[in-house]
């Protein structure tokens, strides 16, 4: 049975600055994930606190939140056959060093931190995330 489902997709600050959109884009629309929305921003510490707020007791939050507001940033909407599972696997572990081969943050990423993408965990977060980046 056909599951076609969206998914949010963020390419973090290390990933734009290193000029990897077009490398990353690439992985996904060759394994069917259709591009539907993509737009370059660059987003405030407050709003980068709103996005990742589930992680707001992690030692690592505020950091991240720093992190993410430092540069611009790509967001996507992806769309295609089992859409979340399907960047989830292209993305790889979120810590690069444990990331499978051919796997974006295997490729690209730089450490636990500075991973180079993002993607929604489930159907029900990768709703909410669109929405947040993408209406109105
Ligand atoms: N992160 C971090 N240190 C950690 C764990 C996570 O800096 O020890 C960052 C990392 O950039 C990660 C993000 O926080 O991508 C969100 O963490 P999550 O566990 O949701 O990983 P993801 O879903 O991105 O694989
Ligand atoms: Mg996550």
């Known amino acids: 049975m056909s599951k076609i489902q969206q998914t949010l997709s ?3 600050p ?3 600055e290193r000029n990897l959109e077009d490398n990353i884009k690439k992985i996904f629309t060759e394994n069917n994930l259709g591009i539907k929305e993509s737009k ?3 987003i405030t510490k407050d709003e980068a606190a709103e996005f990742y707020k589930v992680h707001q007791s992690k030692p690592f939050y505020n950091d991240l939140c720093d ?3 430092s540069g611009p940033i790509v967001v996507m909407i992806l769309e295609g056959e089992n859409a979340v ?3 989830r696997k292209l993305m790889g572990a ?6 499978e081969e ?3 943050r295997k490729l690209y990423g730089i450490s636990i931190d500075k991973n180079s993408v993002h993607g929604s965990d489930s159907i029900e977060n990768a709703k ?3 929405d947040f980046f993408f209406k109105n």
Do not use: F
């Open 10 to 12: 963020i390419i973090k």
């Open 14 to 16: 290390d990933a734009v």
């Open 40 to 42: 370059k921003i660059q």
């Open 67 to 69: 992190y993410l507001s």
């Open 85 to 87: 599972v399907a960047n």
């Open 94 to 99: 979120t810590n690069p060093k444990d990331a």
């Open 102 to 104: 051919n796997t974006i």
């Open 128 to 130: 909410k995330e669109i």
